[in-house]
T-cell receptor
Framework: RKEVEQDPGPFNVPEGATVAFNCTYSNSASQSFFWYRQDCRKEPKLLMSVYSSGNEDGRFTAQLNRASQYISLLIRDSKLSDSATYLCVVNEMDSNYQLIWGAGTKLIIKP | GAVVSQHPSWVICKSGTSVKIECRSLDFQATTMFWYRQFPKQSLMLMATSNEGSKATYEQGVEKDKFLINHASLTLSTLTVTSAHPEDSSFYIC????????????????FGPGTRLTVT
C-alpha cells in the first residue's frame, strides 16, 4: 500500500463548477499535511497547509479527517487557471522534515 | 522571500557524461536541502537530504556514488549525476528549508524551478 494515495484523474470539470478530491495516508502518526499545485513541467508550489480545524483560502478549502486518515481539497467557482496537478503531501515528523508525496490528481478545467 | 534557483533549467547530454546541477537559496540560509526526482506522471521521489557541512543522507535505492551531493555552504548544494544513462533522464528538483520552519514540521520547503535532464 502506498503511503499517500490520490486518484490520478484526470478530473474534467466545466469552468465555474465546484470540484473536490481526497487523499489518503497510511501513517496514523503523520503530523503535517499540505496541498501543492504543480503545473506541467514546473516545480510544485505550496497551495495551502491543512490544519486539524480545516482551513479556507479564497475559493480553496482544505479539510483533515484524522480518524479516516484522509485530507480533502475543495475548489469552488473553478477557473481555467486552476488546471494543474494537485499533490497531496504528508510530513511524518520523524525523519528530518521529509515530505511524503502523493502522485497527484490532474485537474482540467474546461471553458 | 525564500527564493530557490536551480541551474541549468534543462540539459541534454550524451550517455556516459557527468552533469552537475546547482541549487541555490537566494535570500535565506538553507540549513537543509533536498533533492527530488520526478518521472512523467509520477510523484516526486526524494533522492537525498543534505545538511550543510555534512554528508548527504540517501534514500533507499539511490546510489550515492552515482548521484554525488555536495552541500558546501548554507546557500548552495550541487547534485552531480555521474556517468549518466538514458534511464537517468528525469526532472530533478531541489528544495530548501531553514531552521525557522522546523517548528511547523518542515513542511515549508521552497522549491527550485527544476532541471530537466535528457540523456541520449
Amino acid at each position: 500500500r502506498k503511503e499517500v494515495e490520490q486518484d490520478p484523474g484526470p478530473f474534467n470539470v466545466p469552468e465555474g463548477a465546484t470540484v473536490a478530491f481526497n487523499c489518503t495516508y497510511s501513517n496514523s502518526a503523520s503530523q503535517s499535511f499540505f496541498w501543492y499545485r504543480q503545473d506541467c513541467r514546473k516545480e510544485p508550489k505550496l497551495l495551502m497547509s491543512v490544519y486539524s480545524s480545516g482551513n479556507e483560502d479564497g475559493r480553496f478549502t482544505a479539510q483533515l479527517n484524522r480518524a479516516s486518515q484522509y485530507i480533502s481539497l475543495l475548489i469552488r467557482d473553478s477557473k481555467l487557471s486552476d488546471s494543474a496537478t494537485y499533490l497531496c503531501v504528508v510530513n511524518e515528523m520523524d525523519s528530518n522534515y521529509q515530505l511524503i508525496w502523493g502522485a497527484g490528481t490532474k485537474l482540467i478545467i474546461k471553458p | 522571500g525564500a527564493v530557490v534557483s536551480q541551474h541549468p533549467s534543462w540539459v541534454i547530454c550524451k550517455s556516459g557524461t557527468s552533469v552537475k546541477i546547482e541549487c541555490r537559496s537566494l535570500d535565506f540560509q538553507a540549513t537543509t536541502m533536498f533533492w527530488y526526482r520526478q518521472f512523467p506522471k509520477q510523484s516526486l521521489m526524494l533522492m537525498a537530504t543534505s545538511n550543510e557541512g555534512s554528508k548527504a543522507t540517501y534514500e533507499q535505492g539511490v546510489e550515492k556514488d552515482k548521484f554525488l551531493i555536495n552541500h558546501a555552504s548554507l546557500t548552495l548544494s550541487t547534485l552531480t549525476v555521474t556517468s549518466a544513462h538514458p534511464e537517468d533522464s528525469s526532472f530533478y528538483i531541489c528544495s530548501a528549508s531553514y531552521l525557522g520552519t522546523s517548528g511547523r514540521g518542515g513542511g515549508e520547503q521552497y522549491f527550485g524551478p527544476g532541471t530537466r535532464l535528457t540523456v541520449t
